[in-house]
């Protein structure tokens, strides 16, 4: 089984400046790791995914992860963020035995002020 | 390509009923996941269908159930409605076989139970 903890459940911040958004996850498998963005009204969009490889993962918009195997973690960073970026964070996992079971993080409001 | 369309985006059910949501996913795309979220217990997957056939199920009662059609378009059934049942209902379609586990999703649909 696994499970994912998001420590903050809100992260102010000021516009341009650099913000992190945490998320530690647990689990008795190997895992795929995700970071979602849900705007109002609407549904996830996928921000970057963790698969294999380098641990250091871009996605879209300015933002990207580091997945740390002996902490447990995957933090999500954006160097200077913008109004824009106002929505809710969502970090998922998903065992490799049932990849398309997506366990989410109780999420991260970042909220940008000007 | 057109994305993931959930039908109706809003609905309202009296306790004791019964509703049936629908999700189109993306063309090509022959798996669908359903997904729950609410402000309480946050997003929980309920079930996946692939080629017509559950593959995961969540750990929700019987009253929620799914299927899925030869064109991949998929329904979520919830009998007997409670209260607790007011959720938003997120549809994801994905591409097996194709190595990127990404998940697309609909915009949901909003149910509200008096």
């Known amino acids: 089984a696994q499970s994912v903890t998001q420590l903050d459940s809100q992260v102010p911040v000021f516009e341009e400046a650099p913000v992190e958004l945490r998320c530690n996850y647990s689990s008795s498998v190997s895992v795929y790791l995700f970071w979602y963005v849900q705007y109002p009204n609407q549904g996830l969009q996928l921000l970057l995914k963790?698969?294999?490889?380098?641990?250091l993962v871009k996605g879209i918009n300015g933002f990207e992860a580091e997945f740390n195997k002996s902490q447990t973690s995957f933090h999500l960073r954006k160097p200077s963020v913008h109004i824009s970026d106002t929505a809710e964070y969502f970090c998922?996992?998903?065992?490799?035995?049932?990849?398309?079971?997506?366990?989410f993080g109780s999420g991260t409001r970042l909220l940008v002020r000007p | 390509k057109a994305g993931v369309t959930q039908t109706p985006r809003y609905l309202i059910k009296t306790r004791g009923q019964q509703v049936t949501l629908s999700c189109s996913p993306i063309?090509?795309?022959?798996?669908v996941s359903w997904y729950q979220q609410t402000p309480g217990q946050g997003l929980q997957f309920l079930f996946e269908y692939f080629s017509e056939t559950q593959r995961n199920k969540g750990n929700f009662p019987g009253r929620f159930s799914g299927r899925q059609f030869s064109n991949s378009r998929s329904e979520m059934n919830v009998s007997t409605l409670e209260l607790g049942d007011s959720a938003l209902y997120l549809c994801a379609s994905s591409a097996p076989g194709q190595g990127t586990y990404e998940q697309y999703f609909g915009p949901g649909t909003r149910l509200t139970v008096t």
């Open positions: 063309s090509g795309h022959r798996s």
């Open positions: 998922a996992v998903s065992g490799m035995d049932s990849s398309y079971k997506l366990i």
């Open positions: 963790y698969l294999s490889g380098s641990t």
